[in-house]
């Protein structure tokens, strides 16, 4: 089985797929595949270049990642699984603290790390880098450099942790969705896992017929009048006019529950799109409907 992170060697990306692989306790013999951005890492799930893949959706301090929502809303994509990854970023350098002129790491770190930043390095340079591992091994040719990363690219790339967690939030947590590329059928999670059939989660995304008083108000109202537990709503930008929104439902349940396919049916009949992702997994098995308790 060969899985696509986002690399070089040394990225959260990485660690996420070695413990989702963990968790699989699978037999397969399993490669990673490592690609410069998460647009490369989505096309070569979707080209079945490699089987799976692994990338970040969603941080607890700076929100979603955008390219990884717009690339499921473009491309043939099924979720089936995700992982939590806590999250430490460090100060990693050749050089010591007086020597750093550069700081280089992935924007989200950057931003997750901004007061920081602002606090000990005023006036150094800030470079993005297409990975917090890319930005590591960059930092690897001059003293003047230092990378914001985590403590498996100080080893991957033999630099010294000036300082740890320098995150502005301590409690800082990506959330990861395994991907496929998606063949016409929702693919069947509940017989690959472990878990109760409660503890899964759907995503999908919706596009609404038109901006009308109450729209949205009816599209939440099919999960509640149905105790369906709402994990996460978000409108994002259709791309097609200002204003214009589609919004990404992440809720309780699997597609295979007669509850949720009766919720979707409805749901279909009064909007414009409705996208599934997938029923897959979920890692917080406090994601439960009323109903079920």
């Known amino acids: 089985m060969k899985i696509g992170v986002l690399g070089p060697k040394g990225s959260y990306s990485e660690k996420a797929a070695k413990q989702w692989i963990m968790e699989q306790e699978t037999k397969n013999i399993v490669s990673l595949e490592y690609y410069d951005d998460i647009l490369d890492t989505i096309s070569a799930i979707v080209d079945k270049t490699v089987d799976i893949g692994v990338v970040p959706i969603e941080n607890s301090i700076e929100g979603s990642v955008g390219i990884t929502l717009d690339m499921l809303l473009g491309n043939d994509l099924n979720i089936i ?139 939440i109202g099919e999960f509640a009048k149905r105790g369906i537990n709402l994990i996460r709503i978000e409108s994002r930008p259709s791309k097609r006019e200002l204003g214009d929104y589609l919004f990404y439902i992440d809720f309780a349940g699997h597609i295979g529950d007669a509850i949720i396919k009766d919720a979707l049916d409805n749901i279909t009949l009064n909007v414009g799109m409705l996208k599934m992702l997938g029923s897959y997994p979920a890692c917080n098995i406090e994601y439960k409907n009323s109903n079920d308790e």
């Open 81 to 219: 699984g995700e992982i939590v990854v806590p999250i430490e970023h460090c100060l990693l350098s050749r050089g010591e603290l007086p020597d750093i002129r550069v700081i280089l790491s992935h924007p989200q770190a950057l931003a997750q790390c901004r007061q920081f930043i602002r606090t000990h390095f005023k006036n150094a340079e800030i470079r993005t880098t297409g990975s917090t591992s890319y930005a590591a091994k960059l930092a690897n040719e001059f003293k003047e450099m230092a990378a914001i990363a985590s403590r498996e690219s100080a080893q991957v790339y033999g630099l010294e942790i000036l300082i740890p967690n320098i995150q502005d939030r301590k409690e800082n947590h990506t959330r990861f969705i395994v991907t496929e590329a998606y063949d016409g059928v929702i693919a069947d999670t509940r017989t690959k896992s472990p878990l109760p059939e409660d503890d899964f989660k759907t995503s999908i995304i919706v596009y609404l017929k038109k901006d009308r008083p109450g729209a949205l108000y009816e599209l």
